[in-house]
């Protein structure tokens, strides 16, 4: 109840502002054209665990300009996330938003990768499942509203992509967030997934998991991408979890983008299911951030 009144309470302060105004709100004397951050508290649920966020603003941007909200890697990086994107965000005329999820607030894979979805992922259990609005993507659609009133953007919807374990939390938040906010999302070189099959628990499918199995042909129907990089193929990978559940789906990264995008693929085409996903390889790319977001940025806003 308290996530839903905070939607109506910014929806309210957006609908307030003079259309007239310029770009920025004359009120938020912090926030400027070109880059800068500020403290995101004001998601109820997450009042106590603030959020930097790192933000570039192109000089040519306007009102209607289009939000790109993009999650860091595993280093939390959320500064060098922006700047790597900055370039893009001038050539494109995109607003971007860079969240960081410290760990001293989002701790683990379990508070970061796995979305806070249960105390502990690897062992989930109606006992242990979290509110859904402490979900850790839970607070992307907020930021997005409480963003637009502070640059007055009447952009309806953002993007979502996320690099390896920023890749990772954007596609769980795809399966399990239902934004209504959220147009396409892009998972960038994930380490692994959570696959859409009803047979295999939670983390890794999602049987033992809040998703609805109703919502598959919804899930099918809407916008993800998979990109993975041509070379991101080490199976000794620095951080790539590697146990014999998750093996299944490939011993690297290459490997796992192709299962995931194929085995969900094949059980839409077995159910008749409208499918929009799609899948690129990012050409002589290995695991590396900037030319995977170049790709991707490129696919949404050429």
């Known amino acids: 109840m308290k996530k839903y009144s905070f939607f109506v309470f910014t929806i309210l302060l957006f609908f307030a502002c003079d259309k007239n105004e310029g770009l920025i709100n004359d009120s938020n004397f912090n926030l400027q054209i070109g880059s800068g951050s500020f403290t995101f508290d004001q998601y109820q649920p997450f009042n106590n665990k603030p959020i930097e966020v790192f933000y570039h603003i192109p000089e040519n941007a306007n ?9 860091h890697g595993m ?19 995109f607003i971007l938003v860079v969240p960081e999820f410290s760990e001293n607030y989002f701790s683990g894979g379990d508070g970061y990768n796995l979305g806070n979805i249960f105390i502990d992922g690897d062992n989930p259990s109606l006992e242990t499942l979290n509110p859904n609005d402490e979900w850790t993507f839970s607070v992307l659609d907020p930021l997005f509203i409480y963003f637009k009133n502070l640059v007055i953007n009447y952009s309806n919807n953002y993007n979502l992509i996320g690099f390896s374990a920023g890749g990772q939390l954007a596609h769980r938040s795809f399966i399990f967030n239902n934004s209504i906010y ?3 999302t892009i998972s960038m070189s994930s380490g692994w ?10 983390p890794y499918g999602l049987n033992e ?17 998979i990109l993975i990089g041509q070379n991101d193929n080490d199976p ?3 951080n790539l979890r ?9 011993n690297n990264r290459f490997d796992r983008a192709e299962y995931f995008y194929t085995s969900a693929e094949n059980l839409a085409n077995e159910k008749n299911y409208i499918f929009n996903w799609q899948k690129f390889v990012v050409p002589n790319a290995a ?4 030319p995977i977001a170049n790709f991707a940025v490129d696919l949404l806003y050429q």
């Open 287 to 290: 695991h590396d951030l900037s």
């Open 209 to 225: 998991s809040p998703f609805n199995s109703n919502n598959i042909a919804s899930l099918f129907s809407r916008n993800l991408t």
């Open 182 to 184: 959220c147009q396409q």
């Open 193 to 202: 997934y959570t696959t859409i099959d009803e047979n295999q628990n939670f």
């Open 75 to 93: 280093n939390r990086n959320g500064e060098n996330h922006r700047n790597s994107l900055i370039d893009k965000s001038n050539q494109h005329r």
């Open 236 to 238: 000794n990978a620095p």
């Open 63 to 71: 009102q209607s300009s289009p939000i790109l909200i993009s999650l």
């Open 242 to 250: 590697r146990n014999s559940i998750v093996d299944l789906q490939g």
